[in-house]
């Protein structure tokens, strides 16, 4: 069994930052992609940032120059540091992961944790 468990949502005034965490524990061998989704009321999940065991990254569009992906391998852990926050990045954001385990590989996803960016 694997779980994830996020941190650091919260409320924030426009143009503020939060960080948010994301740590793994469980039967893990290795993980391969660590990324960051965000659902909004009404709208599909989307990709907000992710980041490969290879150290690539990837951004969408609406949030790259704002946020930064960053991990710790030795914690299993994911961090995504946000700056300049918008009133449109107000949304439930969700950390996933891919983990290659001991019979096999499968995303897995956290509870997800609020942001509310707003004055």
């Known amino acids: 069994q694997v779980q994830l468990v996020e941190s650091g949502g919260g409320l924030v005034q426009p143009g503020g930052s939060l960080r948010l965490s994301c740590a793994a524990s469980g039967n893990i061998l290795s993980i391969l992609v660590m990324g960051w989704y965000r659902q909004a009321p009404g709208k599909q999940r989307e990709l907000v940032a992710s980041?490969?065991?290879?150290?690539?990254?990837e951004y969408a569009s609406s949030v790259k120059e704002r946020f930064t992906i960053s991990k710790d391998n030795a914690k299993n852990t994911v961090y995504l540091q946000m700056n300049r926050l918008k009133p449109e990045d107000t949304s439930i954001y969700y950390c996933?992961?891919?983990?290659?385990?001991?019979?096999?590989?499968?995303?897995?996803w956290g509870q997800g944790t609020q942001v509310t960016v707003s004055s």
């Open positions: 996933n992961f891919l983990i290659r385990g001991p019979w096999n590989t499968d995303n897995y």
């Open positions: 980041i490969n065991n290879g150290d690539m990254t």
